[in-house]
């Protein structure tokens, strides 16, 4: 066997002397992401809907406590009890007394002889009191303490015995006191003039109203007041019958057993921090033991690498991200996903960027991981999900085209529907609404599951270079700029280019390469002799019945130069039409370091008297050797279909001698060295070649020439 490819970048080769420690990044950030996945664990109850009779008989898992709304409405009822009237005094019996007091003071003048206040002191004492008797709130003693006891404010609240609202009242001396008190303090008025006014006034009756207004608020801060009563469930208690309808009660005690669930799960201790933390360890273990045994090459490129770890983690996000939604936007959406499909999204994103093997074993470590970590039912949410997967490995690798996702989404579909159509079938819905919402949920499932697809596909393969069959069919669109270029500047250069195309994937697919890599890059790989393409035989113009060869007004080093030219004006050109980066490999690697012979024996032809003086440098391609299969593949390819334009006699046994002498040479010169093909492909390669090319140049029959009729 050949050795592996060596990376010939120093920048990548600098990169990946760096890969271990990159490798060790990589576990410990998907370890600590695996961690967050499965410790935050969501407690899953049996959602009821109110007023909707209960499915299940239901107890309580849990001791537990909940806030019991109808004795807490008791409590606030027993509460409101000590609360009493509040009245006021209407404003129209103030001014009446307010008149006759004021024609009292008309009528009788003597009043100043027993009172030594004047007129405008009196009447300022009027007004004062007239504004104590607005603002005044009458109500009982149990009301003025419950106010008290709530340090609610006290001013202008008065203590009177029960009033009659209809008929007039006489107030109480202890109410005058108060009043008394609020015009000496507050008013500063003179004790005389204050008394004389009172006399007059605390011997009238007056009538008052119920103040409903400030009840309500008063009612209200009691109501505010009182602590929520907690009532006490203990385990094993039977929460609701089957059957019975569902009450506002029975949600708040299911919500008030589901807290004490996730409290007891003592997430936040450091116990169970680290019990998630060495189940995650334990399994990235297992993953990355998995890839050093049977993916090597996936474990030893911090490129592959970070792109398995960045799925698998989108997987696990979208599906934290979907349990959450279900759970925390309301019940019904429980009950309209009972089968949610996630896996197949990381089954078919592996099997196109990375394998079908690591597809096939993360598909059912996920599984595994999502049935225990979810809070789905587990043992639906694992039979369709395995089952799902199994499907998208077998269909997945028919995928050429990005439209073709939702025909791989309906096969998928197809699968998830008979097992929906089972388990509805045993459980007597089959006809049922239940059984339409399944199915219903199953197509916006997939649906989402293939927008997903679309639209992360092109991203992950741009971040990490890969390549798909789709990304790799959308290049052989005649229409891309480059390619229409070639055919209309070098159409000699693109008809090689498709001839070596079809040889080389045939080849490839003989051997199990990427066969359609070979054909796409090979439309691509001498795209840099557009620069210069009247140097190259297959473009030259034929002039006169003659072909004009530019080279001969040329050295051989000089020809050498713009023949080899054609691999970095390709790598330029690459870059400027933004070719993927395998696309670039391809066409630095397709001729290696190989030797231009014609002009280097040319040359030696023109220096026989000083062959040491010849710089044999001067007439290799730069390089690098092919590092892949398909690069080798395409050597070989692109050297023997041009080596066939020359023989005189396409027999198969010239074809297999000038096959066996092209191949032959690379080997001799070293070109394979650095690229995973063994003697066992190798000789598989050869025989293909001969097969192909003897096709390719089939002989056709001749044709008689038309008989000419006698007239």
């Not at 050093?292 to 970070?306: H, N, P």
């Not at 579909?413 to 399944?438: E, R």
């Not at 400027?576 to 690697?589: G, K, M, S, T």
């Not at 440098?617 to 690069?631: I, N």
């Amino acid at each position: 066997m050949f050795r592996r490819g060596k990376k010939f970048d120093k920048r990548r080769s600098a990169f990946f002397k760096e890969s271990a420690f990159l490798r060790w990044m990589i576990a410990v950030i998907a370890t600590i992401l695996l961690a967050i996945f499965l410790h935050f664990r969501e407690v899953r109850i049996d959602l009821l809907e109110i007023d909707q009779p209960a499915k299940n008989y239901m107890v309580a898992q849990i001791d537990f406590e909940f806030p019991d709304s109808d004795a807490t409405v008791v409590l606030k009822q027993e509460a409101l009890r000590d609360i009493g009237r509040i009245y006021k005094i209407h404003d129209a019996e103030i001014k009446r007394v307010r008149q006759r007091f004021e024609t009292y003071l008309v009528n009788h003048p003597n009043w100043r002889n027993d009172n030594p206040a004047t007129f405008e002191e009196i009447y300022n004492g009027l007004d004062a009191l007239v504004a104590v008797l607005s603002k005044a709130n009458l109500t009982d003693e149990r009301t003025f303490k419950k106010r008290e006891e709530l340090d609610l404010s006290t001013d202008n609240y008065f203590i009177v015995p029960p009033l009659d609202s209809e008929e007039g009242n006489l107030f109480p001396k202890s109410f005058w006191e108060k009043v008394e008190g609020v015009l000496l303090d507050t008013y500063k008025l003179q004790p005389t003039t204050a008394l004389f006014i009172l006399d007059f006034f605390r011997v009238e009756k007056w009538r008052v109203y119920n103040d409903i207004d400030a009840q309500r608020l008063f009612r209200n801060r009691i109501e505010h007041q009182v602590p929520e009563k907690y009532t006490k469930v203990p385990a094993g208690t039977r929460i609701i019958a089957q059957g019975e309808r569902v009450t506002t009660r029975h949600m708040m005690m299911l919500n008030a057993m589901k807290k004490a669930l996730q409290t007891a799960d003592n997430r936040w201790t450091f116990h169970t921090i680290l019990g998630s933390l060495l189940f995650a360890v334990l399994i990235t273990t297992l993953v990355g033991f998995y890839l050093w045994q049977r993916q090597r090459e996936v474990f030893t490129s911090v490129r592959s690498l970070s792109l398995y770890v960045t799925i698998l983690c989108l997987v696990l996000f979208f599906a934290k991200l979907f349990e959450y939604f279900l759970l925390h936007t309301g019940s019904a959406w429980f009950e309209f996903v009972r089968y949610p499909i996630f896996i197949p999204f990381a089954t078919i994103m592996l099997s196109l960027l990375l394998n079908t093997e690591i597809s096939l074993f993360s598909s059912f470590l996920l599984t595994i991981v999502a049935d225990l970590s979810l809070s789905f039912d587990h043992v639906h949410f694992l039979m369709i999900n395995a089952l799902t997967a199994a499907t998208a490995l077998l269909v997945v690798k028919k995928l050429k085209k990005r439209k073709e996702v939702f025909v791989v989404s309906c096969k998928i579909g197809f699968s998830a529907f008979l097992v929906i159509v089972i388990y509805n079938f045993s459980n007597y819905t089959i006809f049922s609404s239940a059984f339409l919402i399944d199915i219903l949920a199953l197509i916006v499932n997939l649906f989402f599951i293939s927008l997903l697809l679309i639209s992360f596909m092109p991203i992950l393969e741009s971040l990490f270079n890969v390549m798909t069959d789709m990304t790799l069919m959308e290049y052989m669109d005649p229409q891309n700029e480059l390619l229409k270029r070639l055919s209309l500047e070098a159409p000699g250069t693109y008809q090689h280019s498709l001839s070596i195309g079809h040889i080389a994937e045939y080849v490839a697919n003989a051997i199990g390469a990427n066969g359609l890599f070979c054909r796409v890059t090979t439309l691509y790989h001498d795209a840099g002799k557009l620069n210069t393409p009247q140097y190259y035989t297959e473009n030259q113009m034929i002039s006169g019945g003659k072909t004009f060869n530019i080279h001969q007004l040329l050295t051989p080093v000089e020809s050498a130069y713009i023949i080899k030219s054609h691999i970095p004006d390709g790598v330029s050109l690459a870059r400027q039409y933004r070719l993927p980066e395998p696309f670039i490999d391809i066409i630095e690697q397709h001729h290696g370091t190989t030797l231009i012979k014609f002009f280097y024996a040319k040359q030696c032809q023109e220096m026989k008297d000083h062959p040491d003086d010849i710089d044999e440098a001067a007439f290799r391609y730069p390089g690098p050797k092919p590092q892949t299969k398909e690069a080798a593949i395409i050597m070989m390819a692109d050297s023997t279909e041009a080596a066939s334009r020359s023989l005189e006699e396409n027999s198969e046994e010239n074809i297999r001698n000038m096959v066996d002498r092209v191949v032959s040479d690379k080997i001799n010169d070293g070109q394979f060295a650095e690229c995973p093909l063994t003697f066992q492909e190798l000789y598989t390669v050869k025989q293909k070649l001969v097969e192909i090319i003897k096709a390719t140049h089939h002989l056709r029959i001749k044709y008689p020439e038309p008989i000419k009729k006698i007239k």
